[in-house]
C-alpha cells in the first residue's frame, strides 16, 4: 500500500493536469507534513480516479502540483445507505460519524426529534455542521475512501429527512417497539441499491414519529431483543446492511 498522504480536492481545484491545494490542506502539508517541491501526494476528487501529484510550489496560502498518474479505485460500496442519526448527548454523534464512515455510508443527517436530550441553538448550528464535514474528511482519508459522505448543511426534522429521501429503494426505521420484523423478513422483489436509515436518540422514536415515518414508506425493523445503546445501534444496522447488500 502506498505511504502517499491522501487529500480530497474540489473537481474546480483540477484543471489541465494541475491541482490548486488551499485551506487547511496547506498547513498540514507544510506545517505537519512538511513536504517540498518535488514530493509527491495522492488527491482524489469526486470520482473513482487516485491522482498521484508532484507539489511544483508550495507556498504559505497555497499548494500547486501536477497530475503525474492516475489509477482507478473501487472502494465505494455498491449500496447507498443515507443515515438520518438523531442528536446525542456528548460526543456520542462524533462517534456515530466516525464509524458510520468507515462503514461506508453515504450521507449523514443529524436530527432533532421529539425526545433528543441534546439542544444546538441555531447560533451554533453551523459550527457544528462545519465540525461535521471536518471529521467525515477525516475518517474518509484514514480509512481509504474515495469519497466523502455528504453531511447535511442543517439539521434536520425527521420529517423533512423523509421527504428528501421517499425516491430511496428502502425506507427503514431501527425502532426497539418493533418485536415481530427483521431485515431478513422483508419481501424485496428486487436488491436495493439505495437505503434511507432511521435510528433514534437515547430516548427513542415516539409512536407519532414512527407513524409520520410510515406515511413516507418507512418500514420498522427490529435490531434484536436487547436494548441497544444510541451510538451502538446505527453502527449494528449499517453493518447489518452493508453484509446483505453492501461490500462486507
Known amino acids: 500500500m502506498s505511504s502517499l498522504r491522501k487529500f480530497f480536492v474540489s473537481r474546480e481545484q483540477i484543471t489541465n493536469k494541475r491541482v490548486v491545494l488551499t485551506g487547511p490542506d ?13 514530493d509527491s501526494i ?7 480516479k487516485l491522482l498521484t501529484v508532484r507539489l511544483i510550489e508550495v507556498k504559505s496560502k497555497v499548494v500547486h502540483g501536477e497530475v503525474i498518474a492516475s489509477e482507478t479505485i473501487y472502494m465505494e460500496s455498491p449500496l ?12 456520542k454523534f462524533d462517534v456515530i460519524l466516525r464509524k458510520s464512515v468507515e462503514l461506508g455510508v453515504c450521507s449523514v443527517t443529524p436530527l ?9 441553538y441555531p447560533v451554533k448550528r453551523r459550527d457544528k455542521i462545519e465540525r461535521w464535514k471536518k471529521i467525515a474528511r477525516e475518517s474518509s482519508k484514514q480509512c481509504g475512501r474515495s469519497k466523502v459522505p455528504q453531511v447535511a448543511e442543517n439539521i434536520e426534522t425527521l ?6 429521501n421517499r425516491e430511496q429503494d428502502l425506507k427503514l426505521v431501527f425502532w426497539e417497539l418493533e418485536e415481530n420484523q427483521f431485515l431478513k423478513d422483508l419481501k424485496l422483489k428486487e436488491v436495493p441499491c439505495s437505503v434511507a436509515v432511521l435510528i433514534g436518540p437515547e430516548g427513542g422514536f415516539s ?12 418500514q420498522t425493523v427490529s435490531l434484536g431483543p ?15 446492511l452493508q453484509s446483505l447488500w453492501g461490500d462486507l
Open 26 to 38: 496547506v498547513p498540514h502539508i507544510r506545517t505537519v507534513l512538511r513536504l517540498k517541491v518535488g
Open 42 to 48: 495522492h488527491v482524489i476528487s469526486d470520482s473513482d
Open 80 to 91: 447507498a445507505v443515507h443515515l438520518g442519526q438523531a442528536l446525542t448527548k456528548a460526543n
Open 112 to 120: 432533532v426529534t421529539e425526545r433528543c436530550i441534546v439542544k444546538i
Open 159 to 164: 420529517e423533512a429527512f423523509c421527504r428528501n
Open 207 to 218: 409512536q407519532v414519529e414512527v407513524e409520520k415515518a410510515r406515511q413516507y414508506g418507512f
Open 226 to 240: 436487547r436494548i441497544l445503546r444510541a451510538e451502538t445501534a446505527p453502527l449494528v444496522a449499517l453493518t447489518l
